[in-house]
C-alpha cells in the first residue's frame, strides 16, 4: 500500500504521525510487559501492552541514558534491551514476588543494624553506629508475618540468552 503524501499539509502530516505513533504505542498483543527504567539515580515503572512499545522504551534507554528490565507475561518476547528480560506467571505473580523480595532485604537490613547496635559494647569506639535503629525486634516480627501472608507466587525466569551462549556449552559443568 503505498499512499501520496504530497497532497497533505505538513501540520496534516503532523498529526497522522502523532495518531499512527499513538496508535502503535497503545495496541495489545495480549501480553503484559512491565518495564522496570532506572535512568540517573531515578527509577520508575511503565506497564506497556505490547512487544513494539517496549522495544521503542528500550531504544531510548539504551544503556547510556539508562536501562530497562523487562517482566512479561510473553514467553517468546524478541526484546532487545541493556537490561534483563524475565518471563512472569502473571502480573500478580510479578506483585507478589516484587513484595517478598522487598520484605526479605528489609528484613536483613533491620536484624543486621539491631544486632550491630545491641553488640556496640564489644566494637571499637570508632566502628560502633552512632544512632540507635528506629525500629525493634517487635518490628522485624511484624515485617516476618507479613512476608507469610504473601502467599505463593512463580519467581521471574530470564528469557534473554546472551549472544553466543548456549546453554549445552556448560551442561555438566
Excluded at 72 to 79: E, G, L, M, R, S
Aim: glycine share 6%; with cysteine.
Amino acid at each position: 500500500m503505498e499512499m501520496d503524501f504530497t497532497k497533505y499539509s505538513v501540520e496534516e502530516l503532523r498529526e497522522l504521525q502523532n495518531r499512527i505513533g499513538s496508535y502503535l504505542h497503545n495496541m495489545t498483543d495480549g501480553f503484559i510487559y512491565i518495564c522496570q527504567i532506572r535512568s540517573y539515580g531515578n527509577r520508575w515503572k511503565n506497564v506497556l501492552t505490547n512487544e513494539l512499545a517496549v522495544n521503542d522504551l528500550c531504544i531510548e534507554y539504551d544503556g547510556y541514558d539508562g536501562i530497562v528490565d523487562v517482566y512479561t507475561t510473553n514467553p517468546d518476547a524478541k526484546i532487545s534491551n541493556y537490561g534483563e528480560v524475565n518471563y512472569i506467571k502473571s502480573e500478580e505473580d510479578y506483585r507478589k514476588w516484587k513484595d517478598a523480595t522487598s520484605l526479605v532485604s528489609d528484613i536483613k537490613n533491620y536484624e543486621d543494624r539491631l544486632k550491630k547496635w545491641e553488640d556496640r559494647e564489644n566494637v571499637p569506639f570508632h566502628s560502633r553506629p552512632t544512632f540507635a535503629p528506629m525500629y525493634t525486634q517487635d518490628d522485624i516480627d511484624v515485617l516476618k508475618s507479613k512476608l507469610e501472608t504473601i502467599g505463593e507466587y512463580e519467581k521471574p525466569t530470564s528469557i534473554k540468552k546472551s549472544e553466543g551462549y548456549e546453554e549445552s556449552d556448560y551442561e555438566g559443568d
